[in-house]
Nanobody
């Protein structure tokens, strides 16, 4: 059974940081491209970032460039998203997903809430 479990969300003030984690199991993580998505209240699901299987290449939405860093620990089957300089518009439920939007997104987790508010 494929499982993806996000953690690390919370409520922070603008300018602060959060590090999201996604623990995975049930598939060959070190052969899988992985993606972070988010969905803000009342908005559609939005792509945030993708990292390829070996971690050598990363891709970011314009909204995440320069502030977010995606990474992975293939030994621990875990995906990360370091988010710095958070803005109120980053408020959303963040999901990790197996796959990439360029290929296919096979499954995503239940999400973790990130709230940025003063």
């Amino acid at each position: 059974e494929v499982q993806l479990e996000e953690s690390g969300g919370g409520e922070v003030q603008p300018g602060e940081s959060l590090r999201l984690s996604c623990a995975t199991s049930g598939f060959t993580f070190d052969r899988a491209d992985m993606t972070w998505l988010r969905q803000a209240p009342g908005k559609e699901l939005e792509w945030v970032s993708t990292i390829i299987a070996d971690g050598d290449l990363t891709y970011y939405a314009d909204s995440a460039k320069g502030r977010f860093t995606i990474s992975r620990d293939n030994a621990k089957n875990t995906l990360f998203l370091q988010m710095n300089s958070l803005k109120t518009e980053d408020t959303a439920v963040y999901y990790c997903a197996w796959g990439s939007i360029g290929g296919s997104l096979k499954q995503r987790g239940q999400g973790t809430q990130v709230t940025v508010s003063s």
